[in-house]
Nanobody
Framework: QVQLVESGGGEVQSGGSLRLSCAAS????????VAWFRQAPGKDREFVAA????????YHSDSIKGRFTISRDNAKNTVYLQMNSLRPEDTAVYYC???????????WGQGTQVTVSS
């Protein structure tokens, strides 16, 4: 079993930055591909970014490309999402999940709220 815990959310003004963390416990994350998703009120859950277990390959959705960067530190069993140039439309609850790319992602965090004010 893997428990995922997101942190780092908060309220920031448009143009600001936040770094989200997804920390794992119970089992190492090092063999999992991990993804970030977000869900805004009244909207479907949206894929944000993903990273391979080795960190060698990353994917970023078009809506955040060039502004957000996913990374990981396997020594710390943690995956990050650096978010720069935040916009009000980035307001959502952000979740990390694993294993990305599997038929079913069994492990989800509880989410962390990001609110961007204009």
């Amino acid at each position: 079993q893997v428990q995922l815990v997101e942190s780092g959310g908060g309220e920031v003004q448009s143009g600001g930055s936040l770094r989200l963390s997804c920390a794992a416990s119970g089992r190492t994350l090092t063999t999992f591909n991990v993804a970030w998703f977000r869900q805004a009120p009244g909207k479907d859950r949206e894929f944000v970014a993903a990273i391979f277990w080795s960190g060698s390959t990353t994917y970023h959705s078009d809506s955040i490309k060039g502004r957000f960067t996913i990374s990981r530190d396997n020594a710390k069993n943690t995956v990050y999402l650096q978010m720069n140039s935040l916009r009000p439309e980035d307001t959502a609850v952000y979740y990390c999940a694993a294993p990305w790319g599997a038929a079913k992602m069994d492990y989800w965090g509880q989410g962390t709220q990001v609110t961007v004010s204009s």
